[in-house]
């Protein structure tokens, strides 16, 4: 498509004289546009896209892919109805559990918590928990004494190894005087980093049998959290989990159903930014236009020329294509290089970053997460080329098309 005299005179245009450097550093601006564009939607795209991976993974792998409940709030003949749900095909784990909310207190300190009752079994099922931990070990995890604490937790209300944490439930023993909390007091026999400041700061784990004793709940809990094989393929498992119990008195709720509106949100939100940031590319591709049509007027008598000489309007039409792909192709490689090098090295910038300015740039209070997460999907990757190769290749066309309109006779009139 492109000749050798297509491809001299291209390269001949790209490189300024004295006297053209102007037209040459819009054609550079236009450039580093372009690759600034590309590379921003990539790193953001990665950043999202890793976002939503740890933030899923970590949802379900501390709330589980689905999970029975009762009808009336508690369930009986749990662990016959757990054996039932191991049964069925797709299912790793069905882990009975008990789960209430408490007020936290350490001394001066006073906080909002979940309370999670559950097996030391079960809790060595949950990977986000016990390969997570920063201090003591699960082998004290029994009786109704011990309790799991996460690692903000510990260092607000200054706990350790040891510690005692008091639980307060509004839901007490009714008196003549009204009804009185519930207070107990236990011993942290282990703390754990789950990566995620919420369940760090408001989540603590009970033995099962304690939790029954504290929720005064005898022989009963409040669900069955079940982890599967394939979390994306949850509503056929689902479905069969309700077949194999057959009991009206239970529900059965998958991951989409509990957190699908936050995950929709997620999702709406990278979307947005998609959007968004391709209007960088486009202002590059305007700038592009600029830069082409300053050239071909800089070059009417250039062009002229070389129709007198024997170009075609097709070969002047190419020429100019060149001209302006090539900025364009330039500019997606360079910011292609640069988005893949900063996503796969983002956290580690981020820390270099940190030292130097002496601020959190990442606030896990905030983010939920305590790190800054990239996910590189290729597929997305070469959408975002491929649409900043079609915006530039676009943006060529009509300077092309003009100087190929260009009268030889007029243009050497005015000469």
Not at 257 to 272: D, S
Not at 288 to 300: E, Q, R
Request: charged share 15%; proline share 3%.
């Amino acid at each position: 498509m492109f000749g050798p005299f297509e491809r001299a005179v291209a390269g001949r245009y790209l490189r300024a004289r004295k006297g053209e450097r102007f037209v040459s550093v819009i054609a550079i601006f236009s450039l580093i546009g372009i690759a600034l564009g590309v590379a921003t939607l990539i790193i953001v795209m990665s950043v999202m896209n890793g976002f939503k991976a740890d933030l899923m993974g970590r949802i379900l792998g501390l709330n589980g892919d689905l999970s029975v409940f009762g009808v009336t709030r508690t369930i009986q003949n749990y662990d016959d109805l757990a054996a039932t749900v191991r049964q069925v095909p797709g299912v790793v784990t069905a882990t009975p559990l008990i789960e209430g909310q408490v007020l936290l207190n350490s001394g001066s300190y006073n906080t909002g918590g979940l309370v999670r009752g559950m097996t030391p079994q079960g809790l060595r099922d949950l990977h986000e928990i016990s390969n997570s931990l920063v201090a003591g070990s699960l082998d004290g995890y029994q009786g109704n004494d011990a309790i799991v604490i996460g690692v903000t937790l510990a260092e607000r209300a200054g706990l350790s190894v040891g510690s005692k944490l008091t639980l307060v439930s509004p839901n007490g023993a009714a008196t003549a005087f009204g009804t009185v909390p519930r207070v107990r007091a236990y011993h942290v026999v282990a703390i754990f980093d789950a990566g995620m400041n919420d369940y760090n700061a408001g989540y603590v784990f009970l033995p099962l049998p304690a939790a029954q004793i504290y929720f005064e709940m005898p022989d009963q809990v409040t669900q069955i959290q079940v982890t599967t094989r394939d979390a994306t393929n949850v509503q056929p498992i689902r479905m069969e989990i309700e077949r194999a119990l057959g009991d009206a008195r239970l529900r059965v709720l998958d991951w989409t159903q509990t957190n699908n509106a936050f995950f929709g949100a997620v999702q709406v939100e990278q979307n947005v930014l998609f959007l968004i940031l391709t209007l960088i590319i486009l202002v590059a591709a305007f700038n592009v236009i600029s830069s082409l049509i300053m050239m071909v007027k800089d070059k009417t008598g250039d062009i002229a020329v070389l129709r007198t000489i024997g170009a075609s309007r097709g070969a002047i039409m190419r020429i100019f294509l060149m001209c302006g792909a090539s900025v364009g192709v330039t500019g997606t490689a360079a910011g292609t290089a640069l988005g893949i090098a900063f996503s796969l090295n983002i956290e580690r910038i981020r820390q270099v970053l940190q030292s130097l300015t002496g601020t959190n740039l990442f606030n896990p209070e905030i983010y939920y997460l305590e790190h800054l997460p990239s996910k590189l999907i290729w597929s997305q990757v070469f959408e975002v080329i491929v649409m900043a190769l079609v915006l530039s290749l676009l943006a060529t066309l009509y300077p092309s098309w003009r100087a190929a309109r260009t009268d030889p006779v007029e243009a050497l009139r005015h000469e």
